[in-house]
């Protein structure tokens, strides 16, 4: 479960004046009369997910680990920054397991695209294509690319190497997956991009990544309870989002989320496309930013200390390592770091952690918001996926905002096709 700590986030209202509004954007959510109710799939998927096809996923990702020696997920957005994040999260960025999990389809570089097939050219490969709309550009230009590699290494084969993640019914990936004989996995209506790293679009890659994805599920579940309450003194996630709301009237309008694991990146990208899509709208949001300490204390860490006070952290802190170490002693101590000899390098960390905190707070004037993830965990993935999904939710509603739509993303796809001569 994550904790919350509002205790250095500088709060000048108090979070429970704001009881009678969330519990009335809670129960507009549960009976799905609330803005974008049509989305709200995620909120019981937990205890809704199609049981059949969670066990096909995990029969489809144990015969790719046996054959596969790189695992190629094509998407872009929701269709693939969740799978990300938990693989690397869970795995580390170099974590020993097989298969290797990459990613295509998320950008239009020549230059990207081209050493990923070069990468791939003599390897055993498995491809993963992810849309749900199934006429996403940067993914459809992709797969293409992919299809007539896989079909001219593999011939009739190719067939049994690609498998689909899509739509149930509607568009092109469909048509053409049911056409060619894919393995097909359901992205259901009503689940998000954003919100689908819980659904086959995440789960597949993740099991493939030898990940438990039951233990997933299950801090999924347990996320529902413990997030589920609308009274805010029982609901971390409903006070983090009230939290929010109150920094932004108080003129903060940069979210900083802090981590101090370098295999967090993603999930910090993955959170900023959940919050950034969700939130970024009608004039209205907070923007979400990323860092990862110490290492950006080398760099960004000047101007959260002494710039223009527009932003506060939240910090998402991890309390037990996946590994940790102890530094070793020197005799000759040369480097003079003999103080830091049989202490867990953790511990270390974490004392960069609360004096960072110390600094931003009390010499640089920056709101903090504290949270603690217990571990880097599947079911610590899961649960935390809740966390964040009720919060974004919760507080894009408070702002009257459609928390589940992205509108925006629409207008550079009309400049573009009309600039590609897409008809
Ligand atoms: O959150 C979203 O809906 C988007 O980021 C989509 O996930 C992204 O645009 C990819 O869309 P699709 O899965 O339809 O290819």
Redesign the pocket.
Known sequence: MITLDLNHAFLKEDVKAYQDQVRAIDEALQNGTCKGNDFIGWLNWANNYDKEEFSRIKEVAAKVRENTEVFVVC?????YLGARAAIEMMNGLYGDKKPEIIYMGNTFSSTYISQVMNYIKDKEVTVNV?????T?TE?ALAFRILKQFMEEKYGEDAKNRIIATTDKARGTLKALADKEGYETFVIPDDI???FSVITPVGLLPIAVAGIDIDALMKGLHDGMGEYGDADLEKNAAYRYAVARRILQNQGYDVELLVNYEPQMQMVAEWWK?LFG?SEGKDGKGILPDSVCFSTDLHSLGQFVQEGKKVLFETNLYVETPMIDLTFPNDEANEDGMNYLAGKSVDWANKMAAKGTLQAHEETGGVPNILLTMPGMTSYDFGNMCMFFFKAIAMTTLMNDSNPFN?PG?EVYKKNMFKLLGKE
């Open positions: 998407g872009i957005g929701g269709s992810i849309s749900k709309s199934g996403t993914t998000g991009g954003r496309q899509e992205q993303v």
